[in-house]
């Protein structure tokens, strides 16, 4: 514009000329004034605006508005610009479309100093936005014949809007921008594409970046959502139909703006959610799953009524629970726990949503079913108003799922479930009771074998059932409640788990008070063997342990902070709450130390399960117990559970494990005076019981620190000593004992007091009970004291008055006109008479503990003996018949638990002879059930705790003829956990360097020597017996055959080979009872072949030494000669098997493993079996063209009575002549044999005859066995057999002889000709040894004790 023309323009009142070329300083000051003046102009004063029209058009030239580059001229500028619109609103004052662009872009610009609330040129700035937003200024724009100019204009202003607005800006600011941009959006026919997505980038972008832009765009939505519906839908559906999807810059961003913009307004959403069900059934389970994650959360959003808006998409999503994808399963299980927690559970729709849930609780997918212990664990922190009972049970079960992961989490949960609900100081009693199976279900998840559950439960019980954080006596109160509530089963995992860090609290000590060892080699011995039990306990690889172990250590004892922490967490005197901080401080300090994650993470495992006990009781929360105890006592409990029968009796029980595990929390007098009072409450015998067993447990601590609580004490034990129950005597014996310093004076009173009421006449059983019981455990405490008294004592009162002596026959005992007489009772209930015979058994066992060093006289064979009489009499010794028979159960177990404790102690090893095996082994077949379980239970105690040999462990072979399922599986279940306790046993024997570990092949040879010497195998090998032993052999043999031990298959295969070659050492020249061993051994190589083939394992022979050493002299001859090929067993035995693998075959299937391992050995070759030789049988004509027949029922031995027993007897007269057989003494108990057991011996053709003798009976003489054996007849020369009677008093013992012929049996079995061959040899039948008693002796034969008949195998396998 030239001069002339801007002469002509008329300016504001004050300014002369405003020119672009002035001075910034000198234009600021006249843009202010003219932004003054029209400011302050009316859109009504008509003539001011045309005449000051052309000044509008002069400032908004070029040189002002894009050259001046000043911001304070500008924003003036633009402050003029702003009331020159409003002045001339609705009309446009500017025509050119681009000076309208030009001018807007300014303006726009412009807006951008709305950003800085507190700058300069805020005001000027809101003063532009406020003339714009009132008059629509920018909607000139939408008008524009340019669309693109246009679109250009209001991507700017939005972009500058969004960008410029903040949490600084008020409500009017931010309504003046919606107000511009809505007007844009609603007077507009379409919402342009790059609008919208400006729009919905604040939606994806700016939620954390800029709040106030994701709240302005929402507030614009809501506001246009009728104008801007049409352009979403069209954008999503090109989304979703994957149609231009390249032309938005938020195509992967779509799933997430359908939720957002659903939540701003659901009617954005209207026509595009149906669409999504297209999706949800699509073949890509990526985009399935995107879209169900996205719906998950619509549906699930609190207040959210998609469900019912939507129903057939609700339907569609509720499908997708089923899908083939494992993470789209997961993601329904995560929706599921927010419908809950964001819906009622009473709506239609959840309950269809549980429907569906229900299914994944069993998923086959680990992942699915560890998000549903997620879900359900959610569910319940939050609101256990929201878990019904069928949700808890869902986490009930997961706690037994077979995978670790779900485990671990389903375990974690229901204890922090416990932990919110049951644990705090104001739990509702609801929830208790609701929540009380979680206890039993942490506890016994102990039962599984993995150490990792082991370590998880012993966590949870210290930070959730038990937390150790909260007060004492809230500790104590829950201590309690948990031990009156849970099961059985959970209790003894509450006290193994006790034990268990009790040893490693130990093996702690040890190793600290090693540190301070000055010898290296002590030292390093002593730690290094604790760091071995130390690693067993502990999870992960015992190696990589060892050597974290052993980091741990090393730096433990270089360092003094960690060994005085170490030294406190493992003394005696602690505090819970100072054990607790010494462990996190001790952490701490390792991992400051630098120490490596592995050895951190072992050592806090071996920390946290080594300090249960000291973290959750002390002295001073021991005595709160005590306080509860008695609250519950006197029935005064405030907590309601704590009250009654149950409840009490469970207190006493908690106080004796905890005095077991930790006698030193029991160090004040307090707890002492309690257990005094416990003591007087005379109408309770199990709160005296439990309180003297307390008293046993801590007696030292109070000889050491009580002597005033000792002296007072003393008199109330010897009371109870004398006159109270046997239980009551007992512990009160063993408590005076713990006096060191006062105890023979007393325990001397009680033995003389009771003696003389034992000895009186007429004394009733119970006193007799209590003074047997009493007079036992002084025998074993003090047997020094009074030797001589002890053994007359015995022999004459326990044994002759007592164990042999039976009373007429009682009304329980008799059977006359019953139907069928109870086999079994509770042990309260038996007779008191055979509670005093059990009372004298016990004493006896006690006696000899206490004689075991110098028992000179072999009592201890005596007491065998009678306890060998009393299994074989079926428990009643003297076969009077006045015991009835539920009485003689309990009087044969006892007698067998006897035996156990006598096998139990070193000195006594020795005597046992096999023959008592073979007497224990008929308790495992039982016909009385309860005995067969409780037998088998003590067997099981006695072995695992390596309390008795291994030998012993060949008696779980007969567990096989068990015939009720649940006591057969129980019983393999035992073996087997004494297999692996062996295994683990060698492993830590092979680590320590030991020489000869114990292995369970040890216990090959009595297995053979009770399988050859089976009753069924008196009359030569049978099918029927074969088939029996060999179900035995099987059951003992396949846990040992196992793929992990191949050194097993050559050493059990090897063993039975040179057994081949030996002979029975107690008669070398009995052919039938080698053969019998030898068809045994038989049996074992074939099983050992059968599984080596099974299994792919090569069989290696180890060394010849190593096999002959573990032969016992006592049971077989040094084996000598060739190898032994022949075969013993029936055709039919050798069953055809896999070909044996060789060291190639094995070494190729098992690769570097078997290369490694068995490199170095060979393989044996294998004989095929051989066809038994035909032996000489010119002794007999008669009987090498006879075959034998099948032996009638008639003609099997009369069992003996109690009234008449008959023998059977013939001479020889000579050679060739029939010779008559003794017959075998056979049980009462009857053994129902297995239906698919082959019939022995086997039937004989028909027309063929078959020669049997009968011998004659004879009447019974004096002499003979009036206990159910037939007269034994001896075999040597002269024909005389002795029999010495046992006498147990201290005259000498008469001798009394009975002579009898000597008949020997030689026959053939054979069959008919071209017949398998069954025995064929002259078999010298064993006699049976006089079992009698007379004038109240027990008598036996001269020779070995062993040599006494045993029962027949005609036992019962319990029905």
């Given at each position: 514009m030239d001069?002339?023309?801007v002469a002509?323009?008329?300016?504001?009142?004050?300014v002369?000329?405003?020119?672009?070329e002035m001075?910034p300083?000198?234009?600021?000051k006249?843009?202010?004034?003219?932004?003054k003046?029209?400011?302050q102009?009316?859109q009504?004063?008509?003539?001011?605006?045309?005449?000051?029209?052309?000044?509008?058009?002069?400032?908004?030239?070029?040189e002002?508005i894009n050259?001046?580059?000043?911001?304070?001229?500008?924003i003036l500028i633009?402050?003029?610009?702003?009331?020159?619109?409003?002045?001339?609103a609705p009309?446009?004052?500017f025509?050119?479309?681009e000076?309208?662009k030009?001018?807007?872009s300014f303006?726009t610009?412009?807006?951008?100093?709305l950003?800085?609330?507190?700058?300069?040129?805020?005001?000027?700035?809101?003063?532009?936005l406020?003339?714009?937003?009132?008059?629509?200024s920018?909607?000139i724009?939408?008008?524009?014949?340019?669309?693109?100019?246009?679109?250009?204009?209001?991507?700017s202003?939005?972009?500058?809007?969004?960008s410029t607005?903040?949490s600084?800006?008020?409500?009017?600011?931010?309504?003046?921008?919606l107000?511009?941009m809505a007007?844009?959006?609603t007077?507009?026919?379409?919402?342009?594409?790059?609008l919208?997505?400006?729009?919905?980038e604040?939606?994806v972008?700016a939620?954390?970046?800029?709040?106030?832009?994701?709240e302005?765009a929402?507030?614009?939505?809501?506001r246009?959502?009728?104008?801007?519906?049409?352009?979403l839908?069209?954008?999503f559906?090109?989304?979703?139909?994957e149609?231009?999807?390249?032309?938005s810059?938020?195509?992967?961003?779509?799933?997430?703006?359908i939720p957002?913009?659903?939540?701003?307004?659901?009617?954005?959403?209207?026509?595009?959610l149906p669409q999504?069900?297209?999706?949800?059934?699509?073949?890509?389970?990526k985009v399935?799953?995107?879209?169900?994650t996205m719906?998950?959360?619509?549906?699930?959003?609190?207040?959210?009524?998609?469900?019912t808006?939507?129903p057939?998409l609700?339907?569609s999503?509720?499908?997708?629970?089923r899908d083939?994808?494992?993470?789209?399963?997961?993601?329904?299980?995560?929706?599921?726990?927010?419908l809950v927690?964001?819906h009622?559970?009473?709506?239609q729709?959840?309950?269809?949503?549980?429907?569906?849930?229900?299914?994944?609780?069993?998923?086959t997918?680990?992942s699915?079913?560890?998000?549903?212990v997620g879900?359900i664990?959610g569910?319940?922190?939050?609101?256990?108003?929201l878990?019904?009972?069928?949700?808890?049970?869902?986490l009930k079960?997961k706690?037994?799922?077979?995978?670790?992961?779900?485990?671990?989490?389903?375990i974690?949960?229901?204890?922090?479930?416990?932990?919110q609900?049951?644990?705090c100081?104001?739990?509702s009693?609801?929830?208790c009771?609701r929540?009380?199976?979680?206890?039993?279900?942490v506890?016994?998840?102990?039962?599984?074998?993995h150490?990792?559950?082991?370590?998880?439960?012993?966590h949870?019980?210290?930070?959730?059932?038990?937390?150790?954080?909260?007060?004492?006596?809230?500790?104590?109160t829950?201590?309690?409640?948990?031990y009156?509530?849970i099961g059985?089963?959970s209790?003894?995992?509450?006290?193994?788990?006790?034990?268990?860090s009790?040893?490693?609290?130990?093996?702690?000590?040890?190793?600290?008070a090693?540190?301070?060892?000055t010898?290296?080699e002590?030292k390093?011995?002593i730690?290094?063997?604790?760091?071995?039990?130390?690693a067993?306990?502990?999870?992960?690889?015992p190696q990589a342990?060892?050597?974290?172990l052993?980091?741990?250590?090393?730096?433990?004892?270089?360092?003094?902070k960690?060994?005085?922490w170490?030294k406190?967490?493992?003394?005696d005197?602690?505090?819970c709450?100072?054990?607790?901080v010494a462990l996190r401080d001790?952490?701490?300090?390792i991992e400051?130390?630098?120490?490596?994650k592995?050895?951190?993470s072992?050592a806090?495992?071996?920390?946290?399960?080594?300090?249960?006990?000291?973290?959750?009781?002390?002295?001073?929360?021991?005595?709160?117990?005590f306080?509860l105890?008695?609250?519950?006592l006197?029935?005064?409990s405030?907590v309601?559970?704590?009250?009654?029968?149950?409840a009490?009796a469970?207190?006493?029980?908690?106080?004796?494990?905890?005095s077991?595990?930790?006698?030193?929390?029991?160090s004040?007098?307090?707890?002492?005076?309690d257990?005094m009072?416990?003591?007087?409450r005379?109408?309770?015998?199990?709160?005296?019981?439990?309180?003297?067993?307390?008293?046993?447990?801590?007696?030292?601590?109070?000889?050491?620190?009580?002597p005033e609580?000792r002296?007072?004490?003393?008199?109330?034990?010897?009371?109870?000593?004398?006159?109270?129950?046997?239980?009551?005597?007992?512990?009160?014996?063993?408590?005076?004992n713990q006096?060191?310093?006062?105890?023979?004076?007393?325990?001397?009173?009680?033995?003389?007091y009771?003696?003389?009421?034992?000895c009186?006449e007429?004394?009733?059983?119970?006193e007799?009970?209590?003074?047997?019981?009493?007079?036992?455990?002084?025998?074993?405490?003090i047997?020094?004291a009074?030797?001589?008294?002890?053994?007359?004592?015995?022999?004459?009162?326990?044994v002759?008055?007592?164990i042999?002596?039976?009373?007429?026959?009682?009304?329980?005992?008799?059977t006359?006109?019953?139907?069928?007489?109870?086999t079994w009772?509770?042990?309260?209930?038996?007779?008191s008479?055979?509670?005093?015979?059990v009372?004298?058994?016990?004493c006896?066992v006690r006696?000899l503990?206490?004689l075991?060093?110098?028992?000179?006289?072999g009592?201890?064979?005596?007491t065998?003996?009678?306890?060998?009489?009393?299994?074989?009499?079926?428990g009643?010794?003297m076969?009077c018949?006045?015991?009835s028979?539920a009485?003689?159960?309990?009087?044969?177990l006892q007698?067998?638990?006897?035996?156990?404790?006598?096998?139990?102690?070193?000195e006594?090893?020795?005597?046992?002879k096999?023959?008592?095996?073979?007497?224990?082994?008929?308790?495992i077949?039982?016909?009385?059930?309860e005995?067969r379980?409780?037998f088998?239970?003590?067997?099981?105690?006695?072995?695992?705790r390596?309390?008795?040999?291994?030998?012993?462990?060949?008696?779980?072979?007969?567990?096989?003829?068990?015939?009720v399922?649940?006591q057969?599986?129980?019983?393999?279940?035992?073996?087997?956990?004494?297999?692996?306790?062996?295994r683990d046993?060698?492993?830590?024997?092979i680590?320590?360097?030991?020489?000869?570990?114990?292995m369970?092949?040890?216990?090959?040879p009595?297995?053979?020597?009770?399988m050859?010497?089976?009753p069924?195998f008196?009359?030569?090998?049978?099918r029927?017996?074969?088939a029996?032993?060999k179900?035995c052999?099987h059951?003992?043999l396949?846990?040992?055959?196992?793929?992990?031990?191949?050194?097993?298959?050559?050493?059990?295969?090897?063993?039975?080979?040179n057994?081949?070659?030996s002979?029975?050492?107690?008669?070398?020249?009995?052919?039938?009872?080698?053969?019998?061993i030898?068809?045994v051994?038989?049996?074992?190589?074939?099983?050992?072949?059968?599984?080596s083939?099974?299994?792919a394992?090569?069989i290696?022979?180890p060394?010849?030494?190593?096999?002959?050493r573990?032969?016992?002299?006592?049971l077989?001859t040094t084996?000598?000669?060739?190898?032994?090929?022949?075969?013993?067993?029936p055709?039919e035995?050798y069953?055809s098997?896999?070909?044996v693998?060789?060291?190639?075959?094995?070494?190729?299937?098992?690769g570097d493993?078997?290369r490694?391992?068995?490199a170095?050995?060979?393989?044996r070759?294998i004989?095929?079996?051989?066809?038994?030789a035909?032996?000489?049988?010119?002794?007999s004509?008669?009987?090498?063209?006879?075959?034998?027949?099948?032996?009638?029922?008639s003609?099997?031995?009369?069992?003996?009575?109690s009234?008449?027993?008959?023998?059977?007897?013939?001479s020889s007269?000579?050679e060739?002549?029939k010779?008559?057989l003794?017959?075998?003494?056979?049980?009462?108990?009857i053994?129902?044999?297995a239906?698919?057991?082959s019939?022995?011996?086997?039937?004989?053709?028909?027309?063929?005859?078959s020669?049997?003798?009968?011998?004659?009976?004879?009447?019974?003489?004096?002499?003979?066995?009036?206990?159910?054996?037939?007269?034994?007849?001896?075999e040597?020369?002269?024909g005389?057999?002795?029999?010495t009677?046992?006498?147990?008093d201290?005259?000498a013992?008469?001798?009394?002889?009975?002579?009898?012929?000597s008949?020997v049996?030689?026959?053939?079995?054979?069959?008919?000709?071209g017949?398998?061959?069954?025995?064929?040899t002259?078999?010298k039948?064993?006699?049976?040894?006089?079992?009698?008693?007379?004038?109240?002796?027990?008598?036996?034969?001269?020779?070995?004790d062993?040599?006494m008949?045993?029962?027949?195998?005609n036992?019962?396998?319990?029905?």
């Amino acid at each position: 514009m030239d001069e002339s023309q801007v002469a002509e323009i008329l300016f504001p009142p004050g300014v002369k000329n405003v020119s672009s070329e002035m001075s910034p300083s000198e234009l600021i000051k006249i843009l202010k004034k003219c932004c003054k003046f029209f400011s302050q102009l009316e859109q009504d004063e008509e003539e001011m605006k045309r005449e000051y029209l052309p000044f509008c058009h002069y400032i908004t030239m070029g040189e002002f508005i894009n050259e001046t580059t000043d911001e304070h001229c500008r924003i003036l500028i633009g402050c003029i610009i702003a009331d020159v619109f409003r002045l001339h609103a609705p009309e446009n004052p500017f025509q050119s479309e681009e000076k309208i662009k030009e001018i807007f872009s300014f303006m726009t610009e412009q807006l951008r100093h709305l950003e800085d609330t507190k700058g300069t040129f805020f005001p000027k700035a809101f003063h532009i936005l406020e003339n714009v937003a009132t008059i629509k200024s920018f909607n000139i724009c939408i008008d524009m014949d340019d669309p693109n100019a246009a679109l250009e204009i209001f991507s700017s202003l939005f972009k500058t809007l969004f960008s410029t607005v903040n949490s600084g800006h008020d409500k009017q600011v931010k309504s003046h921008m919606l107000d511009i941009m809505a007007f844009a959006i609603t007077d507009s026919s379409t919402v342009p594409a790059t609008l919208l997505d400006i729009v919905l980038e604040n939606l994806v972008t700016a939620q954390r970046m800029n709040p106030s832009a994701y709240e302005l765009a929402c507030d614009l939505l809501r506001r246009t959502a009728s104008a801007i519906e049409p352009s979403l839908t069209m954008f999503f559906q090109n989304m979703i139909f994957e149609e231009q999807a390249e032309r938005s810059r938020l195509s992967a961003h779509w799933m997430m703006l359908i939720p957002k913009l659903y939540k701003i307004t659901p009617s954005l959403m209207t026509n595009t959610l149906p669409q999504l069900e297209l999706k949800l059934g699509g073949p890509d389970p990526k985009v399935r799953l995107d879209v169900a994650t996205m719906l998950s959360e619509m549906f699930s959003n609190k207040d959210s009524d998609l469900v019912t808006q939507h129903p057939a998409l609700w339907t569609s999503f509720l499908g997708r629970f089923r899908d083939i994808d494992p993470t789209l399963r997961c993601t329904c299980v995560k929706f599921y726990g927010k419908l809950v927690i964001n819906h009622e559970t009473h709506f239609q729709y959840v309950k269809d949503a549980f429907e569906e849930f229900k299914r994944f609780r069993n998923d086959t997918d680990e992942s699915v079913r560890f998000a549903v212990v997620g879900c359900i664990r959610g569910i319940v922190l939050k609101d256990i108003q929201l878990a019904s009972n069928e949700l808890l049970t869902f986490l009930k079960d997961k706690t037994k799922d077979k995978k670790w992961p779900v485990r671990e989490a389903a375990i974690r949960a229901i204890g922090l479930i416990y932990k919110q609900y049951v644990t705090c100081e104001d739990a509702s009693r609801i929830h208790c009771r609701r929540l009380q199976w979680i206890r039993d279900v942490v506890l016994q998840d102990y039962y599984t074998p993995h150490k990792d559950d082991w370590c998880l439960v012993e966590h949870v019980m210290v930070t959730c059932l038990v937390p150790y954080a909260v007060p004492d006596r809230r500790r104590m109160t829950l201590l309690f409640e948990l031990y009156a509530s849970i099961g059985r089963f959970s209790i003894q995992t509450f006290e193994e788990m006790l034990k268990k860090s009790r040893t490693l609290h130990l093996a702690l000590r040890n190793i600290v008070a090693a540190f301070d060892l000055t010898n290296e080699e002590d030292k390093n011995r002593i730690i290094w063997s604790k760091i071995v039990f130390s690693a067993a306990q502990l999870t992960g690889s015992p190696q990589a342990t060892h050597q974290q172990l052993k980091k741990f250590f090393r730096h433990a004892d270089q360092d003094v902070k960690i060994k005085q922490w170490l030294k406190y967490i493992v003394s005696d005197h602690y505090s819970c709450k100072k054990v607790a901080v010494a462990l996190r401080d001790l952490l701490k300090k390792i991992e400051d130390d630098g120490m490596a994650k592995g050895a951190r993470s072992t050592a806090q495992q071996l920390l946290q399960r080594c300090s249960i006990l000291p973290i959750l009781v002390d002295q001073e929360s021991l005595k709160i117990l005590f306080e509860l105890v008695k609250e519950s006592l006197d029935g005064i409990s405030i907590v309601d559970e704590l009250n009654g029968g149950s409840a009490q009796a469970r207190a006493m029980d908690l106080l004796q494990h905890l005095s077991g595990c930790s006698p030193q929390l029991f160090s004040s007098s307090e707890c002492f005076v309690d257990l005094m009072g416990f003591i007087r409450r005379t109408d309770d015998e199990n709160v005296v019981h439990k309180a003297l067993l307390i008293l046993k447990n801590t007696g030292s601590i109070i000889e050491e620190k009580f002597p005033e609580i000792r002296s007072v004490l003393i008199p109330e034990l010897k009371s109870k000593a004398k006159s109270g129950p046997a239980q009551h005597a007992k512990h009160a014996v063993l408590t005076i004992n713990q006096f060191t310093s006062v105890k023979e004076s007393p325990l001397m009173q009680v033995f003389e007091y009771c003696k003389g009421i034992a000895c009186t006449e007429g004394i009733g059983y119970s006193e007799m009970q209590t003074a047997l019981t009493s007079i036992g455990c002084i025998a074993e405490v003090i047997p020094a004291a009074f030797p001589g008294q002890l053994r007359y004592f015995i022999a004459s009162v326990v044994v002759k008055q007592v164990i042999m002596k039976t009373g007429n026959k009682s009304d329980a005992a008799s059977t006359k006109g019953r139907k069928k007489e109870q086999t079994w009772c509770e042990k309260v209930e038996i007779s008191s008479e055979s509670k005093a015979k059990v009372a004298g058994m016990k004493c006896m066992v006690r006696w000899l503990r206490g004689l075991s060093s110098n028992d000179t006289e072999g009592c201890c064979g005596k007491t065998l003996r009678l306890l060998q009489h009393m299994l074989h009499n079926d428990g009643d010794l003297m076969k009077c018949g006045n015991i009835s028979k539920a009485d003689m159960s309990h009087l044969r177990l006892q007698a067998a638990r006897c035996v156990l404790k006598i096998a139990g102690i070193k000195e006594y090893r020795n005597i046992l002879k096999p023959v008592v095996h073979q007497e224990l082994a008929m308790l495992i077949n039982d016909p009385v059930l309860e005995v067969r379980k409780i037998f088998l239970n003590k067997l099981y105690c006695a072995v695992f705790r390596l309390q008795i040999s291994l030998s012993f462990l060949a008696l779980f072979s007969f567990v096989s003829q068990e015939t009720v399922k649940v006591q057969r599986e129980h019983g393999a279940s035992l073996y087997n956990k004494i297999i692996t306790r062996f295994r683990d046993l060698k492993k830590q024997a092979i680590m320590r360097n030991l020489m000869n570990p114990v292995m369970p092949e040890d216990m090959l040879p009595y297995l053979i020597y009770l399988m050859a010497n089976d009753p069924d195998f008196v009359e030569g090998i049978s099918r029927k017996s074969l088939a029996r032993i060999k179900d035995c052999i099987h059951f003992i043999l396949d846990p040992l055959l196992a793929k992990g031990h191949p050194e097993s298959f050559g050493f059990v295969m090897r063993f039975a080979a040179n057994v081949k070659r030996s002979r029975n050492a107690e008669e070398p020249d009995d052919v039938q009872r080698n053969e019998n061993i030898y068809a045994v051994c038989d049996l074992i190589i074939q099983h050992v072949l059968k599984r080596s083939g099974q299994l792919a394992v090569a069989i290696l022979d180890p060394p010849e030494s190593s096999i002959i050493r573990y032969i016992p002299s006592a049971l077989y001859t040094t084996p000598t000669g060739p190898e032994n090929d022949k075969v013993y067993l029936p055709r039919e035995f050798y069953t055809s098997a896999k070909s044996v693998p060789t060291l190639a075959t094995t070494a190729a299937m098992g690769g570097d493993k078997y290369r490694r391992n068995l490199a170095h050995h060979g393989t044996r070759k294998i004989p095929s079996p051989k066809k038994p030789a035909m032996h000489d049988q010119s002794s007999s004509a008669s009987t090498s063209t006879a075959s034998p027949t099948k032996q009638s029922s008639s003609d099997l031995p009369t069992p003996p009575t109690s009234q008449s027993c008959s023998t059977q007897s013939s001479s020889s007269q000579g050679e060739g002549a029939k010779e008559s057989l003794t017959p075998v003494r056979k049980s009462s108990r009857i053994r129902k044999p297995a239906r698919h057991h082959s019939p022995s011996p086997p039937p004989a053709k028909r027309g063929r005859s078959s020669i049997q003798s009968k011998p004659a009976r004879k009447k019974t003489s004096p002499t003979e066995d009036s206990m159910g054996d037939e007269a034994s007849e001896s075999e040597s020369d002269s024909g005389e057999n002795e029999a010495t009677s046992l006498a147990w008093d201290e005259s000498a013992a008469s001798t009394s002889e009975s002579q009898s012929n000597s008949p020997v049996k030689r026959t053939s079995l054979a069959r008919a000709k071209g017949s398998l061959l069954i025995a064929s040899t002259s078999v010298k039948v064993p006699v049976r040894k006089t079992l009698g008693v007379n004038n109240n002796n027990i008598t036996d034969s001269q020779s070995s004790d062993d040599s006494m008949g045993v029962r027949r195998s005609n036992r019962r396998r319990g029905k």
